[in-house]
């Protein structure tokens, strides 16, 4: 069943991680897809020609989303070609886990410049320029419901975005639907990078299913909460993490 036929949805960082797979099982169900990237040009541009492959629509545009001027161009050039943005995934992010006492000036600024900037510009730009009716799905995690050493920057981070989904669920208006989903640990680059695998083993035991989340897991409560069938659902955040947490 393609429960997205004909909407036009933005996914920022898509060129890898759970992005990727978000973008292509979104493009199974119909949905037109822009594959928004920083720098992962090659990546980008596979994505695009993957999803055209399996018959589905998609462009690449390139844009830092930390930065306002370029988030605008992303939704401008989106717009002039698609004619309209119907739903924002905001995705794009990077986690820097370190104790607090060794966390960098730089570290702090980078984290939040992507993770918190890089969701309040799309967030201003989507005040005007998401279609009306439309859907916004921001990416959250399951450590802010846990307490673990090195992460305490990140968690912040993510503290804000679900803090600016549930403030701009009230202000947008239109009939748009704002959420955010908090998935547990998952199996993608961002995640196992730099991890012993004792490290992940010990998250999988924390799980009543014994493992750490793949993305599959993720991708169908995008899909979800991008349908019509989810308009109902709006200021909340969504676990999704096998019970994780």
């Known amino acids: 069943m393609k429960n997205l036929n004909n ?24 949905a037109k897809i822009i594959v928004n ?52 995934v905001n995705n794009a992010g990077i986690m820097i886990t370190k104790f607090i006492k060794d966390t960098s000036d730089n570290d702090f600024t980078k984290q939040f410049d992507v993770n918190v900037r890089g969701v309040f510009n799309t967030l201003r730009e989507a005040a005007t320029k998401l279609a009306d009716n439309g859907s916004i799905i921001n990416f959250s995690t399951t450590v802010n419901r846990l307490i673990l050493p090195t992460y305490g920057t990140y968690a912040a981070t993510k503290a804000a975005v679900e803090q600016l989904t549930k403030v701009f669920s009230k202000e947008i208006g239109r009939g748009v639907n704002v959420n955010s989903i908090s998935p547990g640990p998952t199996n993608t680059e961002l995640f196992v990078k730099g991890k012993p695998q004792e490290v992940i083993d010990r998250l ?22 991008a349908s019509d069938d989810a308009k109902w659902i709006n200021a909340q955040n969504i676990g999704v993490n096998g019970g994780m947490a």
Do not use: H
Request: glycine share 10%.
């Open 7 to 30: 909407k036009v949805i933005l996914i920022t960082g898509a060129s890898r991680g759970i992005g990727a797979e978000v973008a292509t099982e979104l493009a199974k169900q119909g």
């Open 37 to 88: 990237y920083a720098g992962s040009k090659p990546e980008a541009e596979k994505l695009v020609s993957q999803i055209k492959t399996i018959g589905g629509d998609a462009i690449s545009i390139q844009a830092d989303v930390s930065k306002p001027a370029e988030v605008k161009l992303l939704f401008n050039a989106s717009i002039k070609y698609y004619g309209k943005i119907d739903v924002l």
């Open 204 to 225: 999988a035991s924390m799980n009543p299913y014994g493992r750490i989340g793949e993305t599959d897991d993720i991708t169908s409560i995008v899909a979800f909460l």
